[in-house]
């Protein structure tokens, strides 16, 4: 599926199998999750993507074929691959363990073709192996909704026992599991009326869930914003406690509105995070089966990729969408 413009259909389109360069694996895509991060790609809110573009970086893929220089796995492997899809590796971030903030990275499906596709090819050594036993389209949310969820939860902190969520789709969903196993309460905030995304919240085990424009039952000690929406910075700065920590955990926002000093005060903390590190990929991925994350899914078909993206938009997803190529992973 081919994005020629922002703001245009996805294609459907014939393209040649990719071949493998040095340090590259040639994947056979069994299944690829649908990020917001793909919604603003293809919404033209993220600035200057490779154009035409395979969107997708939440890849499980089978090795078919491994490049010059390749070690890592075997032909037949089953690997992971995520939105950090290159880093220069020599710059001051690099070479201080924020290769997140590689000011030359290239990321999956924006600078990089990704998995909305049958075929793929990746960077060997920002591949990840995956947990045993998860079938693929399980597998495939925890590539970036669980990275980025787990990069949000720890800039959270660790005294955050009352942790706030705003915005409850597929990353939410799998931090909240994290941080019940945590043994943190969980409070979750979706949009206004949305029922539907409140129950999901309180069956994973959330302690309170309401509307977004709501007050939580106390105070929280940090709170992660998943959702997009500027406005909800100042309703969580209300919402947590002295020293409390906002996370914005999206690579997009709109316009976060003035709001007076005094929620601010109080050593409260407003920050982002940004994109992921190998070892953020590690450590997750190395927790989660402990922990028993599990993710729910809703499948399509790859030519209904649009479908997807608007059901996503919309909010109209249940867990994680995943992109199934015919005759990959059934679910």
Known sequence: MVLDRARQPLRLAELPRPTPGSSQLLLKVLACGVCRTDLHVADGELPDPKLPLVLGHEIVGQVVEAGLGCERFAAGSLVGVPWLGWTCGSCRFCRSGRENLCDRARFT??????????????????????????????????????????????AAGDHAERLGIYGFGAAAHLVAQVARAQG??????????????????????????????????????????????????????????????????????????????????????????????????????????????????????????????????SGDVRGAAVLLPEGADPR
């Open 109 to 154: 499906g924006y600078h990089l073709d990704g998995g909305y596709a049958e075929y793929a090819v990746a960077d060997e050594r920002f591949c990840f192996a995956l947990p045993a036993g998860l079938r693929p389209s399980e597998a495939a949310p925890l590539l970036c909704a669980g990275l980025i969820g787990y990069r949000a939860l720890l």
């Open 184 to 313: 943190r309460k969980v409070y979750a905030f979706t949009r206004p009326d949305d029922t539907a995304a409140q129950r999901f919240a309180r069956e994973l085990g959330a302690v309170w869930a309401g509307s977004s424009d709501a007050a939580p039952p106390e105070k929280l000690d940090a709170a992660i914003l998943f959702a997009p929406v500027g406005a909800l910075v100042p309703v969580a700065l209300r919402a947590v406690d002295a020293g409390g920590t906002v996370v914005c955990a999206g690579i997009h926002m709109s316009e976060i509105p003035p709001f007076p000093y005094e929620i601010l005060w109080g050593e409260r903390v407003v920050r982002s995070v940004a994109n992921l590190t190998r070892r953020d990929g590690d450590e997750f991925l190395a927790m989660a089966p402990h922990l028993h994350v599990r993710t729910e899914v809703e499948p399509f078909p790859l030519e209904r990729a649009a479908d997807a993206l608007d059901r996503l938009r």
